[in-house]
Each structure stands twice: as C-alpha cells, then as structure tokens.
C-alpha cells in the first residue's frame, strides 16, 4: 500500500526538492508541474511513498 502527496511549494525551491525526493527509497512515483498552482502560485509535486 502506498499514499499520494500533493505539495505546492515555491518555484525557487523545486529542484531541490525533487532531487532529495528522488533520493528516497520510499518514494515510488514522482510528478513534478511547473507553474500548475494558482493560488498559491508555485510548482506542484505528486509523491507517491510506500508506507
């Protein structure tokens, strides 16, 4: 079984994020979209993690 995260974060701090989520044994499945967010305005991340 496994849970699905939806993070709105600032654009300045995507990449950085994404590459310490990538780093993770837990995390299965990641889907970054850029400018996706409106209100706030950022990048939104789908993270997939295993229990």
């Known amino acids: ?3 699905a ?5 600032p654009p ?3 990449d950085a994020l994404q590459a310490q989520l990538v780093a ?3 995390v299965i499945g990641l889907s970054v ?3 996706a967010s409106q209100k706030p305005v950022g990048d ?3 993270v997939h ?3």
């Not at 995260?5 to 974060?9: F, N, R």
């Open 5 to 9: 995260l939806e993070l709105t974060v």
């Open 33 to 35: 979209l850029c400018g």
């Open 24 to 26: 993770l044994d837990t």
């Open 49 to 51: 993690v295993l229990n």
């Open 12 to 14: 300045t701090v995507t």
């Open 44 to 46: 939104v991340l789908t």
């Open 1 to 3: 079984m496994h849970h």
